[in-house]
């Protein structure tokens, strides 16, 4: 299946600062990725959509201006959690679907982010 | 609007115990069910497609079927490696590409 790698796999930072997550699909080219958060025993909560060089979509209740997304290649995704408090502490996965594949989605390792 | 709903919770089995584990869904026009395994801090890691009533897939000791309103996912003769959490997921044809996921099932195989 298709590769997508997420980096760092975990990072803790001081609260107010910002942290960058890289989202990566490795053997193909992603035209739209995902951006989830997940909460210990919970399922993927969907945070955004990512558009290779356009805005993204964000879900409801989502701070876009808290989490800033840039997709600003075909294989490259970012999320910066800006001014990073403890409750923003969670893991992100990212996702990406091969457009010229079956609709599958396939997920990045996940990022656990802890805010002190 | 597309619903997923996962049962059991939770389910601890004896190695060598085969069991099921269920997705219910509603959606508008399914366009694919998808099975993904998940490890504790790991990003889900995908398993099977599938895209009408009455298809199955396997892989090892894993089979998926679907119906028109469930699918199920069969473990037979687990094994403790076998131990995670199951998310299911369907997209449907309302053209958006965004799966909705149900709240897994977290299957623990006992040696």
């Known amino acids: 299946g298709a590769v997508v790698s997420q980096h760092p796999s975990w990072v803790i930072c001081k609260s107010g600062t910002s942290v960058k997550i890289e989202c990566r699909s490795l053997d193909f080219q992603a035209t739209t990725m995902f951006w989830y958060r997940q909460f210990p025993k919970q399922s993927l909560m969907l945070m955004a959509t990512s558009n290779e060089g356009s805005k993204a979509t964000y879900e409801q209740g989502v701070e876009k201006d808290k989490f800033l997304i840039n997709h600003a290649s075909l294989t490259l995704s970012t999320l910066t959690v800006t001014s990073a408090h403890p409750e923003d502490s969670s893991f992100y996965i990212c996702?990406?679907?091969?457009?010229?594949?079956?609709?599958?989605?396939?997920f990045g390792q996940g990022t656990r982010l802890t805010v002190v | 609007e597309d619903q997923v709903t996962q049962s059991p919770e939770a389910l601890r089995l004896q190695e060598g115990e085969s069991s099921s584990l269920n997705c219910s869904y509603t959606?508008?026009?399914?366009?694919?069910l998808f099975w993904y395994r998940q490890d504790p801090g790991k990003g889900p890691e995908f398993l099977f497609t599938l895209y009408s009533a009455g298809e199955e897939k396997e892989k090892e000791r894993l089979k998926a079927t679907l119906t028109k309103k469930e699918s199920f996912l069969h473990i037979t003769a687990p094994k403790p490696e076998d131990s995670a959490t199951y998310l299911c997921?369907?997209?449907?044809?309302?053209?958006?590409?965004?799966?909705?996921f149900g709240r897994g099932t977290s299957l623990i195989v006992h040696p």
């Open positions: 997921a369907v997209r449907s044809s309302g053209g958006s590409y965004i799966p909705t």
């Open positions: 996702s990406a679907r091969d457009p010229g594949e079956n609709t599958e989605a396939f």
């Open positions: 959606v508008s026009g399914l366009r694919g």
